[in-house]
């Protein structure tokens, strides 16, 4: 997620060994099942293979793909040349917003910021043996789905690669990508009902700004640029909550006055290594300072003047990462003043979310994407519904109606003490609700344990899928309905697969656009028991 700092890099040979390696096993019906690779390995694989078949693929095969790599080596028609310009057709785009076309030889050429019907003339900037990578020089014929981008640093910020794509453009891409990934790598027949969609500006209560310090010295934030850590600076984002460039130009001019020091990630010196901001639905605004050192003497006195120039801040807190590395929030909290958490609405429940609280960036969408959930989930009175990745509860806490005993589990111990106090909130007790601090398949066995049995489950996994463990633990919960909802169509795929392997089968599927302008797709499904 670009606008949260978050930048992915891969290499020639990252992307040959996700290749080579992605037919790893079958399970018995004979689909393949692919490794927890990284998404865009895996997409880049799927996409690759289509382009050479004009076709799905429901099959892999390992001798194929090598056969296929060997024959691309020899046939010197296909081979590109770096710094030579090819002028292409763009028939498909990738997640991150590169185009994807064939020279007239037949060499598949990524171009980042091209669409899809695109004609362009692209510099061919590196070669591998299998695909190039282009820069794009000429827009020969512009796609009718390309529109004038409405932001000023379009091709410069990583944060929004689809500005110039038609909104109805959008969707379509991300239900086919959706499509895509249920057919080519879990080899399913279940096909995705549709996108929903909502607002596409101003829609994110959270960004996470990277700092740095401009010629004079002063404390400056932007997003970085594609594919680095070059920060692009960026007075205002058309992505981010209204409220949010007022404070966060607060918050630098009060530190550059304390002379704060950017965090340089080259040297390891410095202390400030982002601004982390969060809004609830009612305006209010958490803010967290990401440093180096917890220490919180050289900030005495900064939320008294933040607050004075910014009265909807209602909590500072320091996040401390001394490591050297690309994450970007430590385990450890400091507050300097404030309530311990913002509160916030959804699905007419009250929740409270810490800074360390998963919570989803887009209110008016999660809400719709939570009633799909719990439509699909659908427990009566009486059952046990098992919420895994559960957060600070909102899915559980949204599709458990009265009656309905919930048991939810989480490895982030601020998440869990947000999703108790959230059940209480709302109403529930110990006897009806229980949230577990560990790993999601030993909370599975928690479950039955704790209520005897399980008859629906909700997974909500990060975006590399479930773990062998927790799918065997699936397997064997005896869950009547199994709700699966993911950010990353390729892991979700894979994971649908091994589950229609046993005793499941994927019956309903809709996806749900969270993240406007960007790749990203949100996708619920529903699996059913097959007897």
Known sequence: DAIDGVTVEMTAEEISAA???????????????????????VFIYILLRALENHGPIHKYSTNRVEKQRKTMKKDKKTVLEKNTYVDLDVADMTPDGSGVGRTAEGAVVFVPGALAGDRVRTKIIKTTSGYGVGRLEALLSPSPDRVEADCPQHGRCGGCCFSALRADAETRFKQKL????????????????????????????????????????????????????RIVRQESCLLENAAFPAVREAVTAL????????YDETTGKGLLRHIFLRASRSGE?????????????????????????????????????????????GRACVKLWGEDCLTDTLCGRVFSISPLSFYQ???EMAERLYAQAAAYAAPAPGDVLLDLYCGAGTIGLCAAGDGVRLFGTEIVPEAVENARENAHRNGRTEADTRFFLGDAAEGVEA????FGRVDVALVDPPRKGLTPDVTAALLACGAKRIVYTSCNPATLARDLAL????????????AFDLFPRTGHVETCVLLSGKE
């Open 19 to 41: 290749t080579s390696s992605a037919a790893s096993s079958k399970n018995s019906s004979g689909r393949l099942i692919l490794a927890p690779l990284p998404s865009f390995f």
């Open 178 to 229: 959706v499509n895509d990934a249920l057919r080519r790598v879990g080899g399913l027949t279940l096909e995705c009902e549709g996108v929903e969609t909502g607002t596409r500006t101003h829609y994110r209560n959270k960004a996470v700004y990277p700092v740095a310090e401009d010629e004079s010295g002063a404390l400056c934030t932007g997003f970085f640029a594609r594919r680095s850590h």
């Open 255 to 262: 530190l550059t006055a304390r002379r704060i020091r950017a």
């Open 285 to 329: 605004l958490c803010v967290v300072l990401v440093v180096t050192d917890g220490d919180p003497k050289p900030f005495d006195g900064f939320a008294a003047e933040l607050t004075a120039r910014c009265p909807t801040v209602k909590s500072v807190w320091l996040n401390v990462n001394a490591e050297r590395t690309n994450v970007i929030l």
């Open 361 to 363: 960036v887009n209110a």
């Open 447 to 450: 479950c039955r344990q704790a």
């Open 499 to 510: 589950l229609e392997a046993g005793p499941y089968r994927a019956d309903r599927c809709r």
